[in-house]
């Protein structure tokens, strides 16, 4: 959807945890250049990311 030009903006929460490694979600599925339009901080350590694709 993002390739095709669909999605206005993406909202991603981040959650601060420390794991070590890890896999991709979606290894698959390439890149999309994003611009971090907001940043939203909550209390908790939480951080709410607002990106907008890339014109």
């Known amino acids: 959807m ?3 030009g669909l999605v206005d903006e993406l909202r991603l929460m981040v959650n601060p945890v420390i794991l070590g ?4 979600l979606f290894a698959d599925a390439g890149t999309v250049p994003l611009d971090l339009i907001r940043v939203r901080p909550f209390e908790s350590g939480n951080v ?5 694709p890339t014109p």
């Open 21 to 24: 490694g890890g896999l991709r």
């Open 2 to 4: 993002l390739r095709a």
């Open 48 to 52: 709410l990311l607002y990106y907008r």
